[in-house]
């Protein structure tokens, strides 16, 4: 099935992809982020498609491509090697990909597939969550070890908005000295929290992975497990902004749960693509 974000036609010379990724094979408590791809295109057709704050419309300027929503196999093993084939074809092609989940565990296949392109490549990591654990629930690759798995790759990461940890999580913080922003550490100086960010995105290519309950439940209360005290929109906004300055690579936006006549979280993924594309735009950025 395929439905083009915007309900938009294909751009002929589209430089943003989009792949749905309707992957939920370890979620643990509230369940329907499989559903989060295809509803976020549903209701993309009501965003405006122009923004206000570089004055550009992202669509005509950068342009989009919608791969088509397709039924992943049952088998995780499956299922994430299918994952990391799409994400490369849509590097071959010459991309900037965004995915669209989907359980956050979709980010090992599509960094596997980025570290063949990008061998130096780095990964901003946006959570409430650390999801650095060894194992979770009897397994190694689900939603909660997720960041674990990629930091066993040798990738950089800077993980920020952590709120909601486990004790031996935070003790793996200071034993590996991993970069880990709390969301305490964001609320004692924001300033300061950016010129981390920064200062971590000017050392090589980047990929941003948006776990959406990075965001306050406020603003975003779709996700399977909301945690108070998120960020805010113009917080996100300055941050994404960050990304787009240096060396960004391509994104995935993960853990959205659609809740039944509430879609403004997927209306704010799109609000996301769409700004993100816009500074890419603004930047005249070339993949």
Known sequence: MKIPFLGLPDHPQAKVALIPVPLELST????GTKEAPLEILKVSSNLEFFDEETSLSPHETFGFFTFPVE????DLNSALIRIEELVEEALKAKFFPILLGGEHTLTLPS???????YPNLRVLHLDAHLDFREEYLGTKINHATVIRRI???????????????SEEEFSEIHQ???????????WRSFEEAL???????????????LDMDALDPSLAPGVGTPEPGGLFWQELLL??????????VGMDIVETR???GNPFTEFLVGKIILKVSAYLAERKLEF
């Open 28 to 31: 643990t408590w509230l369940k």
């Open 71 to 74: 039924e992943l196999p049952l």
């Open 111 to 117: 960094v596997r597939a980025f570290k063949k392109f």
């Open 151 to 165: 930091y066993e790759l040798g990738i950089p990461i800077l993980s920020l908005g952590i709120r909601a940890l």
């Open 176 to 186: 590996k000295k991993l970069s880990v922003l709390l969301a305490k550490d964001i």
């Open 195 to 209: 010129e981390k960010v920064s200062a971590f995105l000017k050392e090589g290519p980047v990929y941003l992975s």
């Open 239 to 248: 941050i994404l902004r960050k990304f787009v300055e240096y060396h960004p």
């Open 258 to 260: 659609p809740i039944p």
